[in-house]
């Protein structure tokens, strides 16, 4: 397990399903709400008939690998005396979802969608405003976890299976051992609640693993995502290529000069949850957003 390629990123406490769609546009994977987000709104309901371009595999009794630490983010933090910390988060009914051709799927739904077009022409168009600040990233929906009624944990894995708990892979669960961990957790709760049901300590094994800590998280949630990095040359318009090619958009400034920008999804280009913060990135807490996200409003 430990040698599959990871091409998701985790969310520690999940993300309410209601907007988190596949096709969905951000510019910060890591925050997906963030900043002004495009919602794709062709499969909303993971119960009905799925679109021909996406995959949906039900998943019973899953767990999956949050991360490593007691906590998001405080990855060697915590009492680690028995050794390392990971968070894992189980459920009876959870759903895989995938968008079966990506970049197909951007040439021809993103691409050719008004609204999404409308999205993507104010939110490139606005960037042509700020020439010497860093251009903001876009990143495309591909893949989903969808869990209801999820139950986290933290815990130390048994020194034989700490290698197998790898962020953003199924954790070495078999369906007795998720189910094990999800009677463990407090339950009949509206909102998310840590804590051991009923007389269980801190202490509890399941499958040789030590739970110290878990909860539950009603409703259905995404606790992961795989995002695929949209590529993204502006040039000036007459410059080489149109807005006539497949991938090609026109923009057409506040201020009168147009461009010509050319999309596509970068090959391999997935988002990572321990990726570093480039030094030509725009900083999430920098100045710059509120700026950008006025002059997008001019353009809606």
């Not at 021809?108 to 042509?128: G, R, V, Y």
């Not at 900083?283 to 001019?298: A, C, I, N, Q, R």
Request: hydrophobic share 35%.
């Amino acid at each position: 397990m430990a040698n599959q390629k990871v091409t998701y990123i985790t969310y520690n406490s999940g993300l309410s399903a209601k907007h988190l769609h596949l096709g969905n546009l951000v510019h910060n994977p890591k925050h997906p709400e963030s900043f002004d987000p495009y919602e794709e709104t062709t499969f909303t309901d993971i119960d009905g008939d799925a679109p021909h371009w996406a995959n949906v595999t039900p998943l019973s009794n899953y767990a999956l690998t949050l991360g490593r630490g007691a906590a998001e983010g405080d990855d060697d933090s915590g009492d680690e005396s028995e050794g390392p910390r990971y968070r894992v988060v189980a459920a009876e009914k959870s759903t895989r979802i995938e968008i079966k051709d990506p970049k197909l799927f951007f040439l021809k739904q993103t691409l050719a969608s008004p609204t999404s077009k409308k999205w993507l022409h104010a939110h490139l168009s606005a960037a042509e405003h700020f020439p010497k600040a860093p251009k903001p990233e876009f990143w495309l929906c591909t893949g989903l976890i969808l869990m209801k009624h999820a139950t986290w944990t933290s815990l130390t894995p048994a020194a034989s299976q700490a290698s197998k708990f790898v962020p953003g892979l199924q954790a070495p669960f078999d369906p007795t051992g998720v189910t094990a961990i999800r009677r463990s957790s407090v339950s009949e709760h509206i909102r998310p609640t840590f804590g051991f049901q009923g007389e269980s300590k801190e202490g509890t094994e399941v499958g040789g693993n030590i739970i110290h800590e878990t909860g539950k998280f009603p409703g259905l949630r995404g606790w992961a995502a795989r995002w695929e990095r949209v590529e993204i040359a502006v040039k000036d318009a007459g410059e080489g290529g149109g807005e006539h090619h497949d991938n090609g958009m026109k923009l057409v400034l506040l201020k009168g000069a147009s461009k010509i920008a050319h999309l596509r999804l970068a090959e391999g280009g997935y988002a990572r949850a321990d990726e570093e913060e480039d030094d030509e990135d725009v900083d999430e807490d920098s100045g710059y957003w509120k700026p950008y996200l006025d002059v997008v409003d001019e353009y809606a």
